[in-house]
């Protein structure tokens, strides 16, 4: 078996089974080249799908209050696409330890994106089962710190008041004017209404737990009413 501490310690992980994090690593070109049926990582890549989107879904869920549910789907489509499971494979140097068939390696296998991406999740199934979900889950946090940096305000991800200004202006030069209705509560848990307006008429009001989260709901509702194709869409 190759040695694997380099990669477990970039991991941070010492595995107990070590023929898990073997199996995680062999492409499914090794199968072509047996005369028999060879076990691969596609089956644990199926497994760290799952840990993937369920820790993501939490950690979206936890750091984006504000955000509804259509806004955490397609944030969460983000983090998971093959170019960015190869880049997070790539940083841990995994395409150096992947077992191929000679012919996908010489065809550039070891670097290419779907092999990598397929090999992180198929990692990730491996640590669920070598030591549960939370080692799995810490280990997603820590390597996906810089992409939730990324996303920063989850507001932002559809930005809507942007696409309402933008909307609006294709029709008036006129901007659309928000207003702050009501601020209610105690200062760590305030509760804000905010009404948006274009050419003198309320479009919509929105509520959050800050004025800009108001003003972002209030964009949206007026969004929604002005563009119902939007409503049927989510």
């Known amino acids: 078996m190759p040695p694997y501490d380099e990669l477990q310690t970039r991991i941070g992980h010492q595995f107990r089974d070590q023929n898990l994090l073997r199996l995680a690593l062999t492409h499914p070109s090794v199968a072509h080249e047996q005369n028999h049926p060879t076990p691969h990582n596609q089956r644990l890549e199926f497994l760290g799908d799952s840990v993937l989107g369920l820790a993501l879904s939490r950690e979206l869920y936890e750091k984006f209050p504000e955000a509804d549910e259509g806004t955490l789907t397609k944030s969460r489509a ?4 093959a170019n960015s499971l190869a880049a997070h494979g790539r940083a841990i140097d995994l395409g150096s330890y992947l077992v191929m068939s ?3 390696e010489n ?3 070891r670097n290419r994106s779907s092999a990598l991406a397929d090999a992180f999740e198929a990692l990730l199934g491996a640590l669920f089962l ?5 080692l799995a889950r810490e280990f997603i946090r820590r390597n996906f710190t810089d992409d ?3 996303l920063k305000d989850a507001t932002s991800i559809e930005n809507p008041k942007g696409d309402l200004q933008e909307w609006l202006q294709s029709k008036s030069l006129e901007a659309p004017l928000y207003q702050l209705i009501s601020a209610e509560g105690p200062d760590h848990d305030r509760n804000f209404e905010c009404a948006v307006s274009h050419a003198g008429i309320e479009l919509a009001r929105g509520f959050g ?3 800009k989260a108001a003003e972002s709901n209030a964009a949206l509702a007026a969004l929604k009413k002005l563009r119902p194709e939007l409503c049927a869409a989510e």
């Open 107 to 109: 065809s550039g296998g």
């Open 130 to 134: 070598d030591g549960g979900f939370e």
């Open 209 to 211: 737990k800050s004025k």
């Open 148 to 150: 939730f940096s990324v």
């Open 78 to 81: 983000k983090l998971v696409n």
């Open 102 to 104: 000679r012919g996908e």
